[in-house]
Each structure stands twice: as structure tokens, then as C-alpha cells.
């Protein structure tokens, strides 16, 4: 079993781009492949309590997040840098995450076989 650690850069909402990559995060675990979500930047806006999608007619992208664990997908991080820059602590998330300095990135990264930035 391979060990995958997706990469998210982008808010929730905007657009279809966040929702094919939940998808092809889900398809990945599917196939009982480790799976791991990295939030990056306006990323950390995905797990924040609250989050309506409004009119648009994206996905409910909190609704999908919380399904992960249904496929295995418990280990989700973030920078603390991303959040602190966008006001954000992790009380303010809807799931647990695992907050990490910029500095430990690259070691995290190091950790997986396939790094899949999205």
C-alpha cells in the first residue's frame, strides 16, 4: 500500500477544481491506498464551521469532508502559519487537525510515497 498525501491550496467554494480533488481523494482511498489531506493557504477555509455554499452550485464541500473517516481519511493537516494569516485557530475547524510549522512541512512531505498537489 502506497501512502498518498494530497496537497489543497484553494478555499472552499471556488469551484469545481476543490471538489474533483475530494473526489479523486475518495477514489484513492477507495482502493485502500493511505490517504492523507494537507490544507495549505486559503485551503484551511474547507474545515471552517459554518460554511454555506449559498446559491452557487457547488458541491457542500463540509458535507464531503465529513465523510473522510467513512474511508479511512483521519489524518488531515495544516500549517499554522495558514491559519494565523487568515485569522483562523483550529477551534474554528469543524474537523480535528494536526497543525504544523512551516518549517516541518518538508519532513512531513518526505513521509509519503506519492505527494499529489492540487
Do not use: C, W
Not at 498518498?4 to 471538489?19: I, N
Not at 479511512?72 to 475547524?93: A, F
Request: proline share 3%; aromatic share 8%.
Amino acid at each position: 500500500m502506497k501512502k498518498y498525501l494530497f496537497v489543497l491550496r484553494k478555499p472552499a467554494h471556488s469551484g469545481a477544481h476543490v471538489q474533483e480533488m475530494l473526489d479523486i481523494i475518495l477514489i484513492t482511498a477507495a482502493f485502500d491506498q493511505s490517504v492523507s489531506i494537507l490544507l495549505l493557504d486559503d485551503a484551511v477555509f474547507q474545515l471552517k464551521n459554518g460554511q454555506q455554499p449559498g446559491q452557487s452550485r457547488n458541491k457542500d464541500t463540509a458535507a464531503i469532508y465529513k465523510a473522510l473517516a467513512l474511508y479511512d481519511i483521519n489524518n488531515i493537516y495544516t500549517e499554522t502559519e495558514s491559519l494565523e494569516q487568515r485569522g483562523l485557530v483550529p477551534g474554528d475547524l469543524f474537523l480535528p487537525v494536526q497543525v504544523l510549522s512551516r518549517n516541518n512541512i518538508t519532513g512531513l512531505m518526505k513521509q509519503f510515497d506519492v505527494v499529489f498537489a492540487g
